[in-house]
């Protein structure tokens, strides 16, 4: 099937050579974005020089981490057409159940980080079944499964928070424990993720199918791809991720587990990919892109603070952020077809 | 596809018995359906109050009071209608984000500059119509997706209402004696064998609603609004400046969200910056009630009335599941009620769009 789509034989009988499959290595969106990213560190490191520094560079790539791995699986949904935005509540249920294990039982790293990604991707399992089966449209089902997470999260949290944390997931975090050679553990985990998930979307079969389910569903059913099953993995594939994620979290912050963490974060996934260049209408995006997505929203936050203006501002910034991203991705959409 | 409909139809026809017909009803007439589920959580709650099972009494009384909460969520609601039904993925994320900044906009001009009550209210509402202009704009001139562009004005919005209020908020005197416009009072003529009901249900609700229902169903904008959120292309043809109509539904939305704000900062006696935005904010809430009234997410359906008996349902709901179970156990069933209320009344709606067509 995918073979016969990239293959490209040269036209016999006289009619146009198939377009091309494969987007460039680089999509506008990513260059803007490298220019732009490397615009502000430039600014930053100017007017406060403590910017350039690992003591400020390293924090800021830690904090990128969970949301960027939790971006590459709302990139696959909404590389479909889909949304979700029950993440925020997922990373409640997720980090909540994974530390009071941790506390109760005292479980070492390894069976601790792979029950975080079970509970995620069973909450994922729920959303796709939901999504892919129940036929309904998913901005509706997850803002329904979100409220259903919170309940399930806040349950488990009682009234209290989560108290006296182990530092088993001290790896993950800011501290000398989080780094080797220099590298923060969480941002290399998330490059290594981003690497298998670009590979996967620009070379796998089902990985372009999942774009030809966003372009049109229909158009993709009939041409035999197996819709619902991609659907729903891509679904099961974000709750794994945002359970590693909430690994990443625990181990950013302190000993006690508030019953905030992961608030707001879905909003700002979505606005990582979709500055990526991920179009939300489904049908295009790159995980690349949304990593970048994610420096950038991180940078003007850490920028904001270490400029030292209120730090309510760098919301403010992420809007005009994500109205100039997708501002120029459509207006570069219009000249393309024009042309 | 065609063929099973065809067959179900004929089926339809022939057992046209009464109990096939109310289950139609119930399923294709979601204000049937609402209701029905009203009553039910009004016997089931009632009952559970005889049996002695809640804490206070779910009496009418409490019933009333309770329709403190249904003001900014019914009109709410109603803006997400607006913006729903304009089609093309429409939704305003930004809502909760224009109720802090013109709660904002209200303290300064009514409690600070203490210009007055009505050119204050005046003030906000610009506010809220800019704000809702700004979404129209990105969405019907730009051709942004309402998605994006409403989180993009949900942060830009909610970071300046902050920033505006230096982070406190606003209590003047004034501020605090407004919050009179919040109480409950006798209905006139009727109202002494009739429990008190919230000021806010006459001085915002009613006429918010009035509003849209005379907009939606006896204007042109309506007409036109429902015609290209049923299809875009169509309404083109039609001569429909579709532009123009997606920017006023959005900038309706605003406008709503200006007037919420004002209600707000009357029950709270204070304009908080952040009075939107907290917690799980007021967008999710009023989508949730708009598509539980029946509104299509994919544009082009919906009702006044659903939203209005969607909001009654969520509002009684949750004051009876206060008094079955004390302190946080409440709030969170209140969470999970409202999930599974959401996928059930979407699920429905897509047995009712295979089984009987579309949906009324």
Redesign the interface.
């Given at each position: 099937m995918s073979t016969n789509l990239e293959s490209r034989s040269p036209a016999t009988d006289g009619t146009p050579a198939p377009r091309k499959i494969l987007p460039s290595l680089v999509t506008g969106q990513e260059g803007v974005l490298i220019g732009i990213i490397a615009v502000l560190w430039i600014l930053l490191g100017l007017l406060t020089p403590a910017f350039l520094t690992s003591g400020s560079i390293l924090p800021l790539l830690v904090a990128v981490a969970p949301i960027a791995l939790i971006g590459v699986g709302m990139t696959f949904i909404i590389i479909t057409a889909g949304?979700d935005v029950s993440v925020a509540a997922a990373i409640m249920v997720t980090a909540v159940i994974t530390s009071q294990t941790m506390v109760a039982t005292g479980i070492p790293l390894i069976p601790a980080v792979l029950l975080s990604i079970g509970v995620g991707a069973l909450l994922g399992l729920v959303n796709g079944l939901?999504v892919a089966y129940?036929?309904?449209?998913a901005?509706?089902?997850t803002?329904?499964?979100?409220?259903?997470?919170?309940?399930i999260g806040?349950?488990f949290f009682?009234?209290s928070t989560v108290n006296g944390l182990p530092d088993t997931f001290d790896v993950f975090g800011r501290g000398e424990a989080g780094r080797t050679l220099g590298i923060p553990h969480s941002f290399a985990i998330t490059l290594l993720v981003v690497a298998v998930a670009w590979w996967y979307l620009r070379h796998a079969a089902s990985g372009r199918h999942l774009f030809a389910i966003g372009g049109n569903e229909n158009a993709a059913r009939l041409a035999g791809i197996k819709v619902k099953p991609l659907v729903l993995m891509t679904y099961v594939i974000t709750g794994a991720l945002v359970g590693l994620a909430a690994c990443f979290f625990i181990g950013q912050g302190t000993s006690t587990l508030e019953q905030s963490v992961g608030a707001g974060r879905e909003?700002l996934v979505?606005?990582a990919v979709?500055i990526g260049g991920t179009s939300?209408?489904g049908g295009r995006g790159t995980v690349f892109g949304t990593l970048l997505g994610a420096i950038l929203v991180q940078t003007v936050t850490s920028g904001v603070t270490q400029l030292g203006w209120?730090s309510?501002?760098?919301?403010?910034f992420?809007?005009?952020a994500?109205?100039a991203a997708?501002?120029t991705d459509?207006l570069r959409e219009?000249s393309r077809r024009k042309s | 596809m065609t063929t099973t409909a065809l067959k179900n139809n004929e089926v339809g026809h022939r057992q046209e018995n009464l109990g096939y017909r109310a289950v139609r009803m119930l399923l294709t007439q979601r204000i049937a359906l609402l209701g029905l589920l009203i009553v039910v959580v009004l016997a089931i709650m009632t009952s559970l109050d005889f049996a002695g099972a809640l804490s206070g009494s779910y009496d009418a009384d409490y019933l009333a009071a309770a329709l403190i909460s249904a003001v900014p969520l019914a009109m709410l609601g109603l803006a997400q209608l607006m913006v729903i039904l304009s089609g093309r993925?429409g939704?305003d994320?930004s809502v909760g984000a224009m109720v802090s900044l013109c709660g904002i906009v209200f303290g300064y001009s009514y409690g600070i500059w203490d210009l007055g009550l009505f050119p204050a209210i005046l003030i906000t509402a610009v506010a809220g119509v800019l704000c809702g202009a700004l979404n129209g704009f990105?969405v019907a001139y730009?051709?942004?997706?309402p998605?994006?562009?409403t989180?993009?004005?949900?942060?830009?919005?909610?970071?300046?209402a902050?920033?505006v209020s230096g982070?406190k908020p606003i209590s003047t005197l004034q501020i605090q004696d407004f919050f009179s416009a919040a109480q409950s009072v006798e209905i006139p003529v009727i109202g002494h064998s009739l429990p008190d009901v919230p000021l806010g249900i006459f001085t915002f609700l009613i006429p918010t609603a009035l509003l849209a229902w005379v907009l939606l169903n006896r204007t042109t904008f309506g007409r036109r609004l429902y015609a290209l959120g049923t299809n875009d292309v169509a309404a083109i043809w039609a001569g429909v400046d579709t532009r123009a109509n997606r920017m006023l539904a959005y900038v309706l939305s605003g406008l709503i969200s200006g007037l919420v704000a004002i209600v707000i900062v009357a029950q709270f006696a204070s304009a908080r910056p952040d009075a939107g935005v907290s917690g799980?904010g007021l967008a999710?809430p009023a989508?949730?009630i708009a598509?539980l009234g029946g509104v299509a997410?994919?544009g082009g359906i919906g009702r006044v009335s659903g939203i209005l008996l969607a909001t009654l349902l969520i509002v009684w709901l949750n004051a009876g599941i206060l008094l079955a179970f004390a302190?946080?156990e409440g709030t969170?069933?209140q969470?999970?009620a409202?999930?599974?209320l959401?996928?059930g009344a979407?699920?429905l709606?897509?047995v009712t769009r295979k089984k009987f067509g579309v949906l009324h």
């Open positions: 949304i939901l129940g036929k309904i449209h901005i509706i089902i803002f329904g499964t979100a409220n259903v997470f919170q309940f806040l349950r009682g009234s909003l979505i606005a979709v939300i209408l209120p309510q501002l760098s919301d403010l992420v809007g005009v994500i109205i997708v501002g459509i219009r | 993925g939704i994320l990105l730009m051709g942004f997706p998605l994006i562009a989180l993009a004005t949900f942060y830009a919005l909610k970071s300046l902050l920033i982070q799980n999710l989508i949730t598509v997410i994919t302190g946080n969170q069933l969470l999970l409202l999930g599974l959401l996928i979407s699920l709606n897509n």
